[in-house]
């Protein structure tokens, strides 16, 4: 890999700090793996209701790039805690 690099994006969450907070785990995540990763932090206040996303993407040798994406509103529950909040089959 040639290079990690990414966006934090949250909206109307300026003071809850998220895209930072977004940013710093992710740089933490791959430092664990032994890379560094620039992410920018960006707030916005133009959107419509509150939420945050993550977009990361590498450059590979020969010209290729990947990347992965996810979000979530404040009221989304963690992919994680959505398995708790489940109905038992009947």
């Known amino acids: 890999m040639r290079s990690v690099w990414g966006i934090a994006l949250a909206s ?8 930072r907070r977004v940013a710093d785990g ?5 430092a664990r793996a032994g890379y560094e990763a620039r992410i920018e932090e960006r707030d916005d206040t ?14 590979l040798t ?22 708790r909040h489940r109905r038992a089959p009947a």
């Open 12 to 19: 109307h969450l300026r003071e809850r700090s998220v895209s």
């Open 26 to 30: 992710a740089r933490e995540v791959f």
């Open 46 to 59: 133009s959107a419509l209701q509150p939420g945050a996303g993550l977009a990361v993407f590498t450059d």
């Open 62 to 83: 020969g010209g290729w790039r990947l990347g992965a994406d996810g979000g979530r509103s404040p009221r989304t529950p963690r992919r994680d805690d959505r398995a």
